[in-house]
């Protein structure tokens, strides 16, 4: 009896033991940190892959010396935008989801707003990766139109390019990250005249 009274006094080992305990708690955030940190860094490299996209439509058509609106007169647009969005480091998973060209003007409270002109836009060229005819067919502008512009407003041809990338937990189903959703999705504008 003497002996199992000296064991259950005994207090060897005992900040082990706790150690063990709060370990456990200490580190369930911790990795939580990390999965929202890729997922972070992930949606950054999603939103250079739509950049990289819609500089490549500019960069191809103007050594094209092709006439804008980039959707109907530069054929080799579509591939390029793709082909430049995988080049990055997140590769062939992530894809262009829509990418769409209009004529924009500046409002006089600063945003950007369709022209009023007719076929202005937007018109989608590409979806899922893939090129579409638009329907009809963007046409040039010249004048913003009627409206509230700013001072010496010309239309601007802008493309905007959406890009998606499946995101995969770290830690699968204890992840925090997964509030955030399976699919990281960014969009950039640029403009290309």
Known sequence: MRRLIAYACETAGAAAAEFALVLGVLVAPLLGLVDVG????????????????????????????VDWPVSSNCSAAATNMVAAAQ????????????ATEGYYCVTSAGALAVTAGANS???????????????????????????SWAANAS???YVEVSASYPFTSVFGGLS??????????????????
């Open 87 to 98: 080049s990055t480091t997140l590769g062939t998973k992530v894809s262009i989801v829509t």
């Open 38 to 65: 890729t997922y972070v860094f992930q949606a950054m490299q999603v939103h250079n892959a739509a950049q990289a996209a819609a500089q490549s439509a500019r960069a191809t058509c103007s050594a094209a010396l």
């Open 121 to 147: 836009g937007p018109v989608t060229f590409v979806t899922n990766n893939t090129a579409q005819t638009p329907s009809p067919a963007l046409q040039t502008q010249t004048t913003c139109g009627s409206g």
């Open 176 to 193: 925090i990250a997964k509030v955030f959703g399976s699919t990281i999705t960014q969009s950039t504008w640029m403009r290309i005249d």
């Open 155 to 157: 239309p601007g041809d």
